[in-house]
């Protein structure tokens, strides 16, 4: 299990940190998760990778945190994160492409967020990322394609051109 939680954690970590925008309660959940592994560590089936199980449990975890009453940010409180990036000075002002992308993250959807972050920052296989959602593959498939199509659109706002796109 240590070695599951030196090799995993981080990723994990920044997985629940994308979408709870709260460092202390990704931390709590993290520390769920990893709970939860240790207590189901029988019911993995190797039917996939053991941080796509993890992550999984992880997704779990973060949508009963979005519903639970305790000051968990939801997507329409870092309005004043987006607020920001609609001034036309922006791009000028952030010279680090990385902050102009994440900028740019955080004004996709929820679920388009999520799959930029499964298949680029925690590196996950589309087909991969359906089975930590729980959603047919070709679903992903087009929910992935959405998502770099609207991160393309606003990284091209923000005065950045995308090449992947």
Same mark, same amino acid.
């Given at each position: 299990m240590q070695t599951l939680f030196s090799r995993r954690q981080v990723?994990?970590?920044r997985f629940v940190l994308q979408q709870l925008r709260d460092k202390a309660r990704a931390e709590d959940v993290t520390s769920e998760v990893f709970l939860e592994v240790w207590r189901h560590a029988s019911e993995f089936e190797g039917r996939s990778t053991a941080l796509t199980w993890m992550l999984a449990i992880a997704r779990r975890k973060i949508l009963?945190?979005?519903?639970?009453?305790?000051?968990v940010?939801?997507?329409?409180?870092?309005?004043?994160?987006q607020d920001s990036a609609d001034d036309p000075d922006a791009p000028l002002?952030?010279?680090?492409?990385?902050?102009?992308?994440?900028?740019?993250?955080?004004r996709l959807s929820a679920k388009h967020r999520e799959m930029i972050d *499964?298949?680029?920052?925690q590196a996950q296989s589309v087909d991969e990322v359906a089975t930590i959602l729980g959603i047919p593959?070709?679903?992903?498939?087009?929910?992935? *394609?959405?998502?770099?199509?609207? *991160?393309?659109?606003? *990284?091209?706002?923000? #005065?950045?051109?995308?090449? #992947?796109a």
């Open positions: 990723a994990v970590y009963a945190a979005r519903i639970n009453p305790h000051g940010q939801s997507d329409g409180d870092i309005a004043s994160d002002q952030a010279r680090d492409r990385g902050t102009v992308l994440r900028r740019c993250i955080r *499964l298949v680029y920052y593959q070709d679903t992903a498939k087009t929910r992935m *394609l959405c998502a770099r199509r609207r *991160l393309a659109d606003e *990284l091209k706002k923000s #005065g950045v051109e995308w090449v #992947g």
